[in-house]
């Protein structure tokens, strides 16, 4: 093999190591289609894309990687087609102008010194090079600020991101398509783009951070309460102990007297005080802050609750999502029960569990009396006054459960009201 042909084998090399990079970057936006024929796919239009040659006025070039990009987010991946489109949104402006930049720059710099074997060898390696050098760079901004933009991103947050790149997308691509004789003057909007966007991964890790706090501020609020609670109960525990030999003593002269009906009063008075109002539902102290809040609420009010939780398998989703996800059910499901003026009638129940095949699923049923409000596309609307503060929890939980992959269905008669959920435990 000469030298030439080693050369240029190491450069098809690095270009598929390129490929890899962008492969995984691809996965902060969206959850690939499984098989290993999409795996395939997907990696070897990331390394051919990303090292497509892009010229100064190139058309066909252009049109061709964009077409390819979309088709390939839309088909080989699912979820959102605004996360989807994100991905195009984002990256191919990025590929665009370092392709063109990085072509456009060794091709000035060759035929300022003169093009001779030894420089045309040396732009062969270093042009791969360099490609593979800035998507390492991309991919490590990714992998610190986005790992987490599948599962707290919703839609308009992925318009948002769209529309913002967008004016990006569109200036790189007309500057290529309208490019002057002398290519070096498109540099400054060429690297305008490339930051524009990388600035966008910093706005998405804005975003990412104010909502895990939101979502944190408000499970820290209801485990604060859980804790006070337990404290509590722990506090009237050993208030009681201490003054057990009193009651005791009161207990056996009431027995001993005969008079059977105020010792059982007592005793049961003795019960009801002593009841501790903090359960164990599962190991997740923060989710267990959450369900302990909503059942002692529950209680409060009269509804009879059934919770049966069995999450100690639980690995795939985080717990500001999970106590989100049953925060807004079953404030829901407590609301509903409230309207019903008989408290006899009040009834919810949760189960939620995850199956041996690896799925979290979760059902929350409760009495109602209220009419189901409909919208003009068949959504669920809220029935109260001010629409514009209610109305949002099943739609948050819809959010939730879409970041995921899961599915959500919700059922209803007319004094019973379901909402299921069943999301791959990934």
Not at 175 to 204: D, H, R, S
Not at 317 to 334: G, H, W
Request: hydrophobic share 45%; proline share 2%.
């Amino acid at each position: 093999m000469e030298f030439i042909d080693i050369i240029m084998y190491i450069s098809n090399l690095l270009y598929f190591v390129q490929g890899l990079l962008i492969f995984r970057i691809l996965s902060y936006f969206a959850k690939k289609r499984d098989g290993k024929i999409w795996n395939v796919v997907i990696y070897l239009s990331c390394a051919i894309l990303s090292s497509m040659i892009i010229y100064p006025n190139d058309l066909t070039n252009v049109i061709i990687d964009l077409i390819w990009f979309t088709a390939l987010m839309l088909t080989a991946f699912y979820g959102s087609v605004w996360q989807r489109l994100a991905a195009v949104a984002v990256l191919y402006p990025l590929i665009l102008s370092q392709n063109f930049f990085v072509m456009d720059f060794f091709g000035v710099f060759g035929n300022w010194l003169g093009w001779s074997l030894a420089l045309d060898i040396f732009c062969t390696v270093a042009d791969p090079v360099s490609h593979l050098l800035i998507w390492y760079g991309i991919y490590r901004l990714f992998e610190n600020n986005l790992d987490q933009t599948r599962q707290l991103f919703g839609d308009k947050i992925w318009i948002l991101l769209d529309a913002v790149c967008l004016a990006s997308l569109v200036s790189i691509t007309t500057c290529i398509l309208l490019a002057p004789k002398e290519t070096y003057k498109m540099w400054p909007a060429v690297f305008a783009c490339f930051a524009t966007n990388l600035g966008c991964i910093a706005l998405a890790k804005y975003f990412i951070t104010s909502i895990r706090q939101n979502m944190e501020r408000k499970n820290l609020i209801l485990q604060k309460s859980y804790y006070e609670k337990l404290e509590q109960n722990q506090a009237e525990i050993r208030r009681f102990r201490h003054d057990m030999n009193n009651h005791l003593s009161t207990v056996r002269s009431l027995f001993d007297s005969g008079n059977l009906k105020d010792a059982g009063d007592y005793l049961r008075e003795l019960e009801t005080q002593m009841t501790v109002h903090t359960r164990v539902f599962c190991k997740n102290s923060i989710v267990n802050a959450v369900l302990n809040a909503k059942y002692n609420l529950a209680q409060e009010h009269g509804i009879d609750s059934f919770f049966h939780i069995d999450l100690d398998r639980l690995a795939g989703m985080d717990s500001v999502s999970l106590c989100s996800l049953f925060s807004n059910t079953l404030d829901n499901a407590i609301e509903a029960s409230l309207r019903i003026p008989d408290p006899k009638e009040r009834r919810m129940s949760v189960k939620a569990r995850v199956t041996e095949n690896g799925y979290f699923t979760c059902e929350v049923t409760n009495a109602k009396k209220n009419r189901i409000l409909l919208d003009e596309k068949g959504q669920i609307q809220s029935d109260k006054g001010d629409l514009t503060i209610h109305g949002f929890g099943l739609s948050n939980v819809r959010e939730i459960v879409e970041k995921y992959d899961g599915t959500m269905d919700i059922s209803y008669t007319e004094d019973i009201f379901t909402v299921t959920i069943l999301i791959e435990n990934v």
